[in-house]
């Protein structure tokens, strides 16, 4: 039962917690304004958490989180099976044996990698689990730091908590016997279980800022862009994920292959979906080899949201530009539904490619679902003449191969838009006006992009012959523009042009300009003009 020592005992772990808090700056009172609650250190590893009770551990994490609701604590839980299972039930966070996985066993291909996370998802029923490839108490998995980093860009691509140990992004390397710059400490190493490690238990000192280790140019680029990729997607955080398999069933040993995504059967319109892949290094392997494969996506359709009717491109969120599509032209949803999609991971190519290069490693696509706006294609501007007609064709293409609806919304009175050709007659009333024909696309894809809309206008002048008549006033005479001005039609010794200027009939050789009538009267003149 609880004796009093007992339970001053529980007080004074429960207690430590609360110091610490005051110690860095929080209140000691939940507040739940963020500001004031996010103060204070946010959460406690507590190494060999299996080995207090589970009564001492609620009692303590209930105790801290009435001073600070949003504290997490790690449980380091290594011995896996009951013990893990305690845990998982009050800690949020598990420091379980997954890291032997890498540290001991030398995991080298996908399927067991893969079997390990699904594995622990079963025992802990989703509890998160820290993703860590070494510790203070471990070795790192391989003095090859770039198969270490494809690792964790494997790692990285699954729900749980990725971590970094010190100077791991900085390319140290396991003890080889001296203190060399590439182990990246001050002192030496110290014995731990038949392990060396970093010696913790007394003053030491990374050197990896002031002496970097060989060969670890762009390894700390590259550990940022798959940290920054993971954290700008909600579908890499996401416990949702699917295991990609190769078109025709299998595994490739060497790339890790995971679909996330961010809400099961919604869209990439509206929901983060991710095609994460990773190559694995191998062990004791020089030069790197690199790997590709074809995946299949048809298991993953339906959770990913993807229709075979939209079009996507893809871009590499832990590449140096995370917003360069990759794929020179959009290719259409039954394109990938049929053929899958293929992944290249090069590695360094035995030396003639850097390791550094975008995808060589790690490739985070975000598939994104895209569309090309339609195009249309139509000449103008033009100039038609009373009394003449025009056609022209109209053409509209999707860049990404659908199939476009054209139509005609604006257009003159009496114009005819028919299988794709826009025709009209210019009559007298249009005579002296600029006349608009719109046309609009249509992709039918339902995007943002999907109508577009293109003009083009028509002019009918005032004086197409530069005759100086009005041609609306020859073609309603004439019917024609090929009457000069100074033809007499009428043979009324008025030519067109004067007849034109008068007001009179040009065909008509009774309709003549005169002066019937002058009277005059002081400071006055009044004539009739006939």
């Not at 199939?403 to 025709?423: D, K, Q, R, W, Y």
């Amino acid at each position: 039962g609880m004796i009093t020592n007992t339970m001053e005992l529980w007080k004074f772990f429960a207690y430590y917690p609360e110091f610490w808090l005051k110690k860095t700056g929080h209140s000691g009172t939940n507040s739940f304004v963020q500001a004031l609650d996010d103060r204070g250190i946010d959460g406690l590893r507590c190494d060999f958490g299996q080995g207090l009770p589970p009564q001492l551990w609620e009692y303590l994490i209930n105790r801290t989180r009435k001073m600070k609701w949003n504290f997490l604590f790690m449980a380091e839980t290594l011995d896996g099976g009951k013990p893990g299972y305690r845990s998982n039930r009050h800690f949020d966070v598990l420091n379980e044996n997954l890291v032997f996985r890498f540290t001991q066993e030398h995991i080298n291909d996908s399927w067991a990698l893969k079997q390990a996370l699904e594995d622990r998802r079963t025992a802990y029923s989703g509890g998160p689990v820290l993703l860590n490839l070494t510790s203070h108490d471990e070795v790192l998995p391989d003095s090859d730091k770039w198969l270490t980093v494809s690792r964790y860009g494997a790692v990285s691509a699954v729900d749980g908590i990725p971590m970094i140990f010190y100077g791991q992004e900085q390319g140290i390397e396991n003890w080889a016997g001296s203190v060399t710059k590439n182990t990246g400490f001050k002192t030496d190493h110290e014995e731990n279980f038949g392990k060396y490690i970093p010696n913790f238990k007394q003053w030491n000192q990374l050197t990896v800022w002031t002496n970097p280790p060989d060969y670890s140019t762009g390894l700390p680029e590259l550990y940022a862009r798959i940290n920054a990729a993971r954290h700008a997607s909600l579908a890499l955080q996401s416990p949702n994920r699917y295991f990609l398999s190769k078109t025709g069933g299998g595994d490739e040993a060497r790339i890790f292959a995971v679909a996330k995504y961010q809400t099961a059967n919604a869209t990439p319109r509206t929901s983060d979906v991710v095609l994460a892949f990773a190559l694995l290094l191998r062990h004791g392997e020089s030069p790197h080899a690199g790997a590709n494969a074809t995946y299949d996506l048809q298991g993953a359709w339906s959770l990913l949201g993807l229709n075979t009717g939209k079009y996507y491109n893809v871009r590499n969120l832990a590449s140096s530009d995370p917003d360069a599509y990759l794929w020179p032209t959009n290719k259409a949803g039954i394109e990938l539904y049929n053929n899958g999609i293929w992944v290249n991971l090069p590695a360094d190519n035995g030396g003639t490619t850097p390791v550094t290069n975008d995808g060589v490693l790690v490739q985070y696509l975000k598939l994104d679902e895209v569309n090309s706006a339609p195009q249309i294609d139509l000449p103008g501007p033009h100039t038609v003449p009373v009394g003449a007609w025009t056609n022209f064709t109209v053409t509209a293409t999707d860049p990404d191969g659908g199939t476009v609806l054209l139509s005609n919304p604006t257009a003159p009175a009496g114009a005819v838009f028919a299988v794709g050709v826009f025709t009209w007659t210019a009559g007298v009333a249009n005579v002296n006006t600029t006349n608009l024909a719109s046309f609009v696309a249509d992709d039918q894809q339902g995007a943002t992009n999907s109508v577009v809309t293109n003009s083009t206008s028509i002019v009918v002048p005032l004086d197409w012959d530069d005759d100086g008549m009005s041609d609306g006033w020859e073609w309603t005479w004439f019917l024609t523009l090929t009457n000069s001005g100074t033809a007499d039609n009428d043979g009324d010794y008025a030519d067109n042009f004067n007849e034109y200027i008068a007001g009179t009939e040009p065909l008509n050789s009774n309709s003549v300009f005169s002066v019937q009538q002058i009277i005059s009267s002081p400071g006055h003149t009044s004539r009739q003009i006939t």
